[in-house]
Each structure stands twice: as structure tokens, then as C-alpha cells.
């Protein structure tokens, strides 16, 4: 079964610094990688994804993955964090092409003035 | 413009009630989802269904149940058997075969809470 582990539960950091938050995954094959982002009492809108091909992908403001195949990670990184980015990021895969994407529990980033 | 509509945004409920949260998509996808979200938890599957009169059960579908009768539709029932149905619940499509490029698209949730 495919599982999805995000280590950090909170993360804060200051505006303006680099930000990674860690995503690992467990599945037997290379699966379909996802970073999703939340607002409070809001839906979830897709930053970035990964099928195949180039391991770095870019997604939406700003934001970037690179998927690292032998240590079964999808971190998400942005150089430079905007008070607007203070929100709950999810890992997710989808290992069955197409029918359930598993999530991991969710990073809440808080960004400090 | 296109997109999920999910409907009451709070609904509250006593204990021993049937409640049913409402989920309408004009993106015309095939694939509909319901996820249920706690702190601390992600989101877990509830049901999900590729195709109208057809639905399957997720990782937590006990104590909920479903409908598809209409592609845009795709009601969720929370019933009384439903032990600690307190939570943020969140609809979300999906498009099927080929122009499938795995991004689940999602409603703004509904928040029901027990008394």
C-alpha cells in the first residue's frame, strides 16, 4: 500500500528566507507526486506535480519539488517565503494511476514579519 | 467559471441525525471524491466514484453513505452510525482517461459539527 509521510507538523519561518518542507513516500514503483496547498477553511489548490522525466519541477508562486528517487522523497522548496505563503501544505501520491490519491498529514507553515 | 460547489459551508447536528452535505461540479469530470480532513491527519478517503450510478468505498466509509445518479452530483449522507462524524469534509473531481493529468480539483469544504 502506498503511504505519504510529512515529518513536520509546524514550520515557521521568517519572511524573506528559503523554505523546504520534507515529503516521503512509500511505494514500489515511481508513483504520480503532488503538492497541494490550503488556506484556513478553504479547499485544497494544487502548487505542483510529478510524473516523469526532469526530477525538479516548478509549480505555481514561486514554488519548486525535486523528486529524489533513491531516498523516496518530493520536497518542496521556495527560495524566498511571503507573508502570504502562512497556510497547511500536503504531500500526496498516487501509486494506482488515476483512482486514490493518498495524503500525508499536512505541514502548517506560519511566517514571522 | 467552472469549478466545485459544495454546500452548507457550517451545518450543525445533534447526536442520533442523519445529515447530507451537497457537492455540485460543472467541470464536467467523471471521477468525484469525498475526503474527510481532521487535525493532524491529512485527508482520508471516504468514497469515491469514476462514473454516474457507480461509487466505491474508501479508507473510512463506514457510517457514510453516497449517491451518483447525475455526473454533476455526488450528495454525501453522514448517518447516525457515524461515531465521531465532527470534521471538515471535502468534495473533489477528478478528470478521467485521457485528459486525466491527476489533479484533483476541490470544493471549499463544509464544516459539521455534532452537539
Known amino acids: 500500500a502506498q503511504s505519504v509521510t510529512q515529518p513536520d507538523i509546524h514550520i515557521t519561518v521568517s519572511e ?8 516521503n513516500y512509500s511505494y514500489g514503483a515511481t508513483p504520480y507526486l503532488f503538492w497541494y496547498v490550503q488556506s484556513p ?50 504531500c500526496a501520491v498516487d501509486g494506482n494511476a488515476g483512482n486514490m490519491l493518498t495524503f500525508g498529514g499536512g505541514t502548517r507553515l506560519m511566517v514571522k514579519p | 467559471d467552472g469549478g466545485i460547489t459544495q454546500s452548507p459551508k457550517y451545518l450543525f447536528r445533534k447526536e442520533g441525525q442523519n445529515v447530507t452535505l451537497s457537492c455540485e461540479q460543472n467541470l464536467n469530470h467523471d471521477a468525484m471524491y469525498w475526503y474527510r480532513q481532521d487535525p493532524g491527519q491529512g485527508l482520508r478517503l471516504i468514497y469515491y466514484s469514476q462514473i454516474v450510478n457507480d461509487f466505491q468505498k474508501g479508507d473510512i ?4 453513505s453516497v449517491s451518483r445518479e447525475k455526473k454533476e452530483s455526488f450528495p454525501l ?11 471538515f469534509y471535502l468534495c473533489a473531481s477528478r478528470r478521467s482517461g485521457l485528459a486525466d493529468t491527476g489533479e484533483l480539483f476541490f470544493g471549499e469544504g463544509s464544516r459539521l459539527t455534532v452537539l
Open chain 1, 16 to 23: 524573506g528566507a528559503s523554505l523546504e518542507l520534507r515529503c
Open chain 2, 77 to 87: 449522507t453522514v448517518t447516525s452510525a457515524q461515531k465521531n462524524p465532527t470534521a
Open chain 2, 61 to 64: 466509509a463506514e457510517g457514510y
Open chain 1, 41 to 90: 477553511g478553504q479547499g485544497l489548490q494544487l502548487l505542483l506535480k510529478y510524473f516523469s522525466g526532469d526530477t525538479l519541477v516548478q509549480g505555481i508562486k514561486g514554488f519548486e519539488a525535486e523528486f529524489k528517487r533513491s531516498q523516496s522523497s518530493f520536497n518542496l522548496r521556495k527560495p524566498s517565503v511571503h507573508w502570504s505563503d502562512a497556510a497547511e501544505y500536503f
